[in-house]
């Protein structure tokens, strides 16, 4: 724990939210993550720091080679320039005043020994002063900055043109400018990888040595995987420790009750993917440690042998609503750690939010958050009706002008029309799509839904930015600068704004709950999610073989796991937990999904009796 100070972090928000958190969060102790997909917007920010802080700064050229690994470092190496400056200045305060070092430990949970130390240094009262000022010392010495994080996606590993048909070098591919870019920073942090697996990319991390452990034990960077179940972890694990390379943390992210991109997978919800971490835990580190060891040993290194018992940390994120929940995950499941992304948008300490976007989210209710088709990834994308960025999407179609100019391409990757690789937000594309559209043999009604599926599309890549750019007021908000904000669903039950001493203290069950006790479990928030996104499933299916067999599959896995779901509803709640919630929610969502399905083994039927008798009067 000590090596924790806090028992949560901020994940990652989009390319903007979170951009500058650690700035403002790290000082105090608190870890965070900041994604590196858009490093023209790093440096965008990265100039407007080094300003504010009268630090050098020096504009990385379009054209200059391996700019955006430079320009990635640099941002990096002002942050952790600024929280150097910042955690000295508070380490000088005095202690016995209301001030940021007293904040840093009243923050802490109560249960760290840090905090724990604080308090009976304010209650010292026996003893001379030589001893009192031994103890601030010790106090002071021992505070420790938050861990400054950064994401990669790693599907988005776009190629970089020498010229317009010629792909450059592979080292060169987006995926891995990021990565030497954070390689080559002086931080002491994590690299969380998300959105599935880069063989290439993983690979090419043997390149730099602050990813191993040095003679004294440390890694210097550590590896965080973002995962959705037990499989992924040990493939991917696997992989990595066949090149000597560790896991310090599997990240468990809920496949739908979360933020951003979801992944939701084959219908299993998060309780039962928790379950096979905890059964199997002691398998990860068995079946991966004897592969770290001979890398080591192949590379000609000692394997520290401080660390030959470390196993990888287990973190849960997505939909966490209160302490209740957070001990459910801690006690009954063994996390280490939890995430807290969404409710943190509300806390115009932490994240960077421009104001209109942040009273859209103060005021969304469950109806306003929705996942919509929005990405240009094709993976379903969670929103807020009445975002910057749905309003401009909506209002280029009926300008008759859908689609964006595609000022960033990090989401390139459609060569449908085109023999290099463009984006389906993109006006290029949709203007191809679209008249190929128009001149299908469709009905109006099947035309007028793949159009609207087409134009749904927007330009997430740039306009996730644009609210962290108007925060800082970088830019004015406008029409060409449309906001796109990415929130969890949990967020709809978080009201107001918060400051950080409010949401840290609802974090460790301090003070009233912000949230009201009508609130669903997260476990029974998931489950309606994966009923919603199932009937939404079959609705565009087009009953294909393909098609149905995932969706049985998917149907009877999210049935099994509303049973368990049940089996931890007849536990003992812990104080705030809806236990309740998940009682009448499963009852519920069971019979919806019972509908569901009767209705589409109909249709299936049906499309099958059909397909059937076409087949047998054709002629022989």
């Given at each position: 724990?000590?090596?924790?100070?806090?028992?949560?972090?901020?994940?990652?928000?989009?390319?903007?939210?979170?951009?500058?958190?650690?700035?403002?969060?790290?000082?105090?102790?608190?870890?965070?993550?900041?994604?590196?997909?858009?490093?023209?917007?790093l440096e965008k920010v990265n100039k407007y720091y080094c300003e504010k802080y009268g630090l050098p700064f020096f504009k990385t050229l379009s054209n200059e080679l391996d700019g955006r690994a430079k320009r990635i470092t640099a941002y990096l190496e002002t942050m952790r320039e600024i929280v150097r400056i910042k955690m000295e200045a508070i380490k000088r305060q005095p202690f016995f005043e209301k001030n940021d070092k007293s904040k840093y430990f009243d923050l802490l949970p109560d249960e760290s020994l840090l905090k724990k130390d604080y308090k009976k240094f304010l209650a010292f009262k026996a003893g001379s002063e030589s001893?009192?000022?031994?103890?601030?010392?010790?106090?002071?010495?021992?505070?420790?900055?938050?861990?400054?994080?950064?994401?990669?996606?790693?599907?988005?590993?776009?190629?970089?043109?020498?010229?317009?048909?010629?792909?450059?070098?592979?080292?060169?591919?987006?995926?891995?400018?990021?990565?030497?870019?954070?390689?080559?920073?002086?931080?002491?942090?994590?690299?969380?990888?998300?959105?599935?697996?880069?063989?290439?990319?993983?690979?090419?991390?043997?390149?730099?040595?602050?990813?191993?452990?040095?003679?004294?034990?440390?890694?210097?960077?550590?590896?965080?995987?973002?995962?959705?179940?037990?499989?992924?972890?040990?493939?991917?694990?696997?992989?990595?420790?066949?090149?000597?390379?560790?896991?310090?943390?599997?990240?468990?992210?809920?496949?739908?009750?979360?933020?951003?991109?979801?992944?939701?997978?084959?219908?299993?919800?998060?309780?039962?993917?928790?379950?096979?971490?905890?059964?199997?835990?002691?398998?990860?580190?068995?079946?991966?440690?004897?592969?770290?060891?001979?890398?080591?040993?192949?590379?000609?290194?000692?394997?520290?042998?401080?660390?030959?018992?470390?196993?990888?940390?287990?973190?849960?994120?997505?939909?966490?609503?209160?302490?209740?929940?957070?001990?459910?995950?801690?006690?009954?499941?063994?996390?280490?750690?939890?995430?807290?992304?969404?409710?943190?948008?509300?806390?115009?300490?932490?994240?960077?939010?421009?104001?209109?976007?942040?009273?859209?989210?103060?005021?969304?209710?469950?109806?306003?958050?929705?996942?919509?088709?929005?990405?240009?990834?094709?993976?379903?994308?969670?929103?807020?009706?009445?975002?910057?960025?749905?309003?401009?999407?909506?209002?280029?179609?009926?300008?008759?002008?859908?689609?964006?100019?595609?000022?960033?391409?990090?989401?390139?990757?459609?060569?449908?029309?085109?023999?290099?690789?463009?984006?389906?937000?993109?006006?290029?594309?949709?203007?191809?799509?679209?008249?190929?559209?128009?001149?299908?043999?469709?009905?109006?009604?099947?035309?007028?839904?793949?159009?609207?599926?087409?134009?749904?599309?927007?330009?997430?890549?740039?306009?996730?930015?644009?609210?962290?750019?108007?925060?800082?007021?970088?830019?004015?908000?406008?029409?060409?600068?449309?906001?796109?904000?990415?929130?969890?669903?949990?967020?709809?039950?978080?009201?107001?704004?918060?400051?950080?001493?409010?949401?840290?203290?609802?974090?460790?069950?301090?003070?009233?709950?912000?949230?009201?006790?009508?609130?669903?479990?997260?476990?029974?928030?998931?489950?309606?999610?994966?009923?919603?996104?199932?009937?939404?499933?079959?609705?565009?299916?087009?009953?294909?073989?393909?098609?149905?067999?995932?969706?049985?599959?998917?149907?009877?896995?999210?049935?099994?796991?509303?049973d368990f779901c049940l089996s931890i509803a007849q536990r003992q709640p812990y104080p705030g937990e809806n236990l309740a919630s998940i009682i009448i929610h499963t009852e519920q969502q069971r019979a919806r999904l019972a509908a569901i399905y009767a209705d589409f083994k109909k249709k299936a039927e049906a499309e099958s009796s059909v397909t059937q008798a076409v087949a047998c009067s054709e002629p022989k």
């Open positions: 724990m000590e090596n924790h100070y806090h028992s949560f972090h901020i994940p990652v928000m989009g390319t903007g939210s979170s951009i500058d958190t650690p700035i403002q969060v790290a000082p105090l102790g608190i870890s965070s993550v900041i994604s590196l997909v858009d490093d023209i917007l001893e009192k000022d031994s103890l601030a010392k010790d106090l002071t010495q021992r505070m420790q900055p938050g861990s400054i994080d950064v994401n990669i996606m790693v599907t988005l590993d776009r190629s970089n043109y020498d010229d317009p048909d010629t792909p450059g070098s592979d080292e060169f591919t987006d995926a891995k400018a990021a990565l030497r870019g954070y390689a080559n920073s002086g931080l002491k942090s994590s690299i969380v990888f998300s959105a599935g697996i880069n063989q290439r990319l993983f690979s090419y991390m043997t390149r730099f040595r602050d990813f191993y452990r040095d003679k004294l034990g440390e890694i210097k960077k550590k590896i965080v995987l973002k995962v959705s179940d037990f499989r992924s972890a040990l493939i991917q694990g696997r992989f990595l420790a066949k090149k000597g390379l560790e896991i310090y943390e599997f990240r468990i992210e809920s496949g739908l009750n979360c933020g951003g991109h979801a992944f939701p997978g084959n219908g299993h919800l998060l309780p039962r993917i928790l379950q096979e971490f905890k059964d199997n835990r002691e398998h990860l580190a068995a079946e991966f440690n004897p592969l770290i060891h001979k890398y080591y040993r192949n590379q000609g290194w000692k394997y520290p042998e401080s660390a030959s018992n470390s196993r990888p940390l287990l973190s849960v994120q997505g939909g966490i609503g209160n302490n209740g929940e957070v001990r459910r995950l801690r006690e009954d499941f063994g996390a280490d750690l939890t995430g807290w992304a969404s409710p943190f948008l509300l806390v115009p300490e932490a994240t960077c939010v421009d104001s209109s976007t942040r009273e859209l989210l103060r005021q969304a209710g469950t109806t306003s958050l929705y996942v919509s088709g929005a990405s240009p990834l094709g993976v379903p994308f969670n929103n807020v009706h009445g975002s910057g960025s749905e309003n401009w999407t909506r209002e280029m179609v009926r300008a008759g002008e859908p689609g964006s100019p595609c000022a960033r391409g990090f989401l390139v990757s459609n060569t449908e029309f085109t023999k290099k690789p463009i984006c389906l937000a993109s006006r290029e594309y949709q203007k191809m799509k679209l008249e190929e559209i128009d001149n299908m043999p469709l009905s109006s009604s099947e035309k007028e839904n793949l159009r609207a599926q087409v134009m749904e599309k927007a330009c997430i890549c740039h306009h996730l930015g644009n609210g962290a750019l108007i925060a800082l007021g970088i830019i004015k908000e406008h029409h060409g600068a449309p906001q796109a904000i990415c929130p969890g669903p949990n967020i709809a039950w978080f009201n107001r704004y918060y400051t950080l001493e409010e949401m840290v203290d609802h974090i460790y069950g301090r003070g009233e709950s912000l949230v009201p006790p009508e609130r669903p479990h997260m476990f029974a928030n998931e489950m309606i999610i994966y009923v919603d996104y199932f009937e939404k499933q079959v609705a565009h299916c087009t009953y294909t073989p393909k098609e149905i067999k995932p969706l049985e599959e998917y149907k009877a896995n999210l049935e099994e796991d509303m």
